[in-house]
């Protein structure tokens, strides 16, 4: 007997030790588990994929090949085909469950993509603002009120924004002529 379930989305698990296998399926790949936490990023639309171990033992699989084994700590990051496997502090990965999101040298853009998904919104007008080259270092707490973690994003980025309902228009914030 084997329990399984399948994640679209972004997912942290806390697995007790069983004889019983639990299995996740994930776009493309499974996660092999018996006692552990760790956190899944899987979201359909999107052509990457992590798993982040924080404790216990995982084995990554695609099909009946195991591509992967983690230890607390580390990182697959899987991207169309190309596989990453790296030490990782999973304080980045799992402070979204605590209603932080923490962030080492992240690209803007990235950052705004957590926000997106975290609170259902969507960003536009990002294309006109080169968010990928700037990067944060830092805490962002996520509070009930969206309002207030945009303006700590809109300093962060020096961008302006507007928002009407879950869209959000942001742009780049003019600077005064001396």
């Known amino acids: 007997k084997t329990r399984e379930i399948h994640v679209d989305g972004e997912i942290f ?17 499974d996660i092999r588990v018996q006692g552990t936490s760790f956190n899944i990023s899987a979201y359909r639309d999107d052509s990457r994929k992590t798993v982040v171990l924080v404790e216990g033992k995982v084995k990554i699989e695609r099909g009946s090949v195991q591509i992967a084994e983690l230890l607390p700590n580390e990182m697959i990051d899987i991207t169309e085909n190309k596989i990453l496997k790296e030490r990782v502090d999973v304080s980045e990965y799992i402070s979204w469950t605590k209603g932080i999101l923490e962030f080492n040298n992240t690209p803007m853009s990235e950052i705004l993509k957590k926000i997106e998904r975290y609170y259902n919104v969507q960003f536009e007008g990002t294309a006109d603002i080169p968010l990928s080259k700037q990067t944060c270092s830092g805490k962002l707490f996520l509070s009930n009120n969206l309002d207030s973690v945009m303006t700590s994003v809109s300093i962060l980025s020096s961008t302006v ?6 869209r959000i228009l942001i742009r780049q914030k003019q600077m005064p002529m001396k």
């Not at 924004?161 to 879950?166: A, D």
């Open 161 to 166: 924004y507007k928002r009407e309902n879950n």
């Open 13 to 29: 698990i806390e697995v007790a030790h069983s004889k019983v296998p639990f299995i996740v399926h994930a776009k493309d790949m």
